[in-house]
C-alpha cells in the first residue's frame, strides 16, 4: 500500500498531473486525473476522478466517475455512476445509475424533519 501518492500535505488539488492505481491502494491521492482500477484510496483530491470496479473514502473533484464501484462521501460538480453507491452525494449533476444514502437534498430533507418532530414535541409536552 502507498502512503501517500505526492508526499504533501497541502490541499491543492493540482500537484501531479496524473495518477494511476492498478490493484493497489493509497492512503491519499492529490492530482490532476487519478485513475482507479480494482484498487482503492483513503481521500482523493483531484480535477478528475476515475474509479472502475474500486472505490475511495473520500474524493473531492470536479468530474467524478465511478463504475462497479463505491465512495464513503463524494463532493463534486459532475457525478456519473454506473452500478455504484455512495454514503454521502453532494454534487450540483449527477446521471448513471446512482445509489446514494444520503444526497445534500435528502439530508436538508431529514434534518427539516427532525426539527419539525423536535418542536412538535415540545409543544405537545407544554399542553398536556
Avoid: P, W
Avoid at 508526499?7 to 493540482?14: E, I, K, L, R
Avoid at 457525478?79 to 454534487?91: N, S
Avoid at 434534518?111 to 412538535?120: E, F, G, H, M, Q
Amino acid at each position: 500500500m502507498s502512503d501517500n501518492v505526492n508526499n504533501s500535505n497541502n490541499d491543492n488539488c493540482a500537484i501531479e498531473q496524473t495518477v494511476d492505481i492498478v490493484n493497489d491502494s493509497a492512503q491519499t491521492i492529490t492530482a490532476e486525473v487519478v485513475n482507479i482500477k480494482e484498487g482503492g484510496a483513503g481521500k482523493i483530491c483531484g480535477t478528475t476522478v476515475n474509479i472502475k470496479d474500486g472505490g475511495a473514502g473520500i474524493i473531492q473533484g470536479e468530474n467524478v466517475n465511478i463504475k462497479d464501484g463505491g465512495a464513503f462521501a463524494v463532493f463534486a460538480q459532475d457525478v456519473k455512476m454506473e452500478d455504484a453507491g455512495v454514503g454521502l452525494l453532494c454534487a450540483k449533476n449527477v446521471s448513471g445509475e446512482v445509489f446514494a444514502l444520503f444526497d445534500v437534498k435528502g439530508v436538508a430533507l431529514f434534518l427539516v424533519a427532525i426539527s419539525i418532530a423536535i418542536i412538535l414535541h415540545r409543544y405537545l409536552k407544554e399542553n398536556q
